[in-house]
Nanobody, 120 residues
Framework: VQLQASGGGLVQTGASLRLSCTAS????????MYWYRQAPGKQRALVAS???????TYADSVKDRFTLSRDNANNQMYLQMNNLKPEDTATYYC???????????????WGQGTLVTVSS
């Protein structure tokens, strides 16, 4: 199983970006999907999560600016980020709880990260 994150880039304050995460491999089902971010010199922190049926949670710092959605048919997740601020600068990682054809238990997988840089 692989999680491929994409969509990062360099933008100015107030701009928008849309991150994507695609899961591939011998996937039977995906439970909760998450976005985490890690700013330079800081610990990785949870940004948002989405359940299989679309229920979302957000960190207080991104509420009302970020919107998380998913496409279960294509094993994809999207993070729409609006009104970006310099403090949003970080590497963003997707993370998911997945069950595969090789294993009956649920396992956790990380994507490789995509860098978001917001200039002031």
């Amino acid at each position: 199983v692989q999680l491929q994150a994409s969509g990062g880039g360099l933008v100015q304050t107030g701009a928008s970006l849309r991150l994507s995460c695609t899961a591939s491999g011998s996937i039977v089902a995906i439970n909760v999907m998450y976005w985490y971010r890690q700013a330079p010199g800081k610990q990785r922190a949870l940004v948002a999560s989405i359940s299989h049926d679309g229920r979302t949670t957000y960190a207080d710092s991104v509420k009302d600016r970020f919107t998380l959605s998913r496409d279960n048919a294509n094993n994809q997740m999207y993070l729409q980020m609006n009104n970006l601020k310099p403090e949003d600068t970080a590497t963003y990682y997707c993370f998911a709880n997945i069950r595969t054809t090789e294993n009956t238990i649920w396992s956790n997988y990380w994507g490789q990260g995509t860098l978001v840089t917001v200039s002031s």
